[in-house]
T-cell receptor, first 115, second 114 residues
């Protein structure tokens, strides 16, 4: 199993550009989420999904959109990139939503720089 | 906001046992306590999860007292490769309905020295 795959690993954007960060999992997990991590900080939840067709906002959703058309994929869209969105982005998935006997599996991250 | 409090950093030496305590005074009845490990430039990795008393796996032990207001992650005989940030999390009910999402704090940076 590949687990959680994030692409690209690195990206540089100009202010105002848009892009999509890809996240795919092959574990048939219902729950998926996006986090961002800034230097010296923990991870902050951006958006999450409890299943195909269902998404909701986390702690810091402004400037980001998500959709969940399939169980496997959960892309994160930056509508108009800003320097404040420079960060490392992690996608995570889980068999259950938050609780239970299964932990979250994280991807290896996308390092995004907005200039 | 994160509902946990843990030390910002800890130092240890190879071969020692390390105990990291996390405070979660407002833990809800149905919340589990989960610990993750994160190495630089990598995503967090699940270490252990528990609800009450003691849980042990091949990596660590988790001790949870009866009132569940705190928990202690125990790493036996640490090595240099255990140098990482360790996060204590409980389910957060602010997002995601009855079960909530995992909300990360800043974690504890463990430095293991030779």
């Amino acid at each position: 199993n590949a687990g959680v795959t994030q692409t690209p690993k690195f990206q540089v954007l100009k202010t105002g550009q848009s892009m999509t960060l890809q996240c795919a999992q092959d574990m048939n997990h219902e729950y998926m989420s996006w986090y961002r991590q800034d230097p010296g900080m923990g991870l902050r939840l951006i958006h999450y999904s409890v299943g195909a067709g269902i998404t909701d906002q986390g702690e810091v959703p402004n400037g980001y959109n998500v959709s969940r058309s399939t169980t496997e994929d959960f892309p994160l869209r930056l509508l108009s990139a800003a320097p404040s969105q420079t960060s490392v982005y992690f996608c995570a998935s889980s068999y259950t939503h938050g609780q239970g006997a299964y932990g979250y599996t994280f991807g290896s991250g996308t390092r995004l720089t907005v200039v | 906001l994160a509902k946990t409090t843990q030390p910002i950093s800890m130092d240890s030496y190879e071969g020692q046992e390390v105990n990291i305590t996390c405070s979660h005074n407002n833990i809800a009845t149905n919340d589990y306590i989960t610990w993750y490990q994160q190495f630089p430039s990598q995503g967090p990795r699940f270490i252990i999860q528990g609800y009450k008393t003691k849980v042990t796996n091949e990596v660590a032990s988790l001790f949870i007292p009866a009132d569940r207001k705190s928990s202690t992650l125990s790493l036996p005989r640490v090595s240099l490769s255990d140098t990482a940030v360790y996060y204590c999390l409980v389910g957060d009910r602010n997002y995601g309905g009855s079960q909530g999402n995992l909300i990360f704090g800043k974690g504890t940076k463990l430095s293991v020295k030779p």
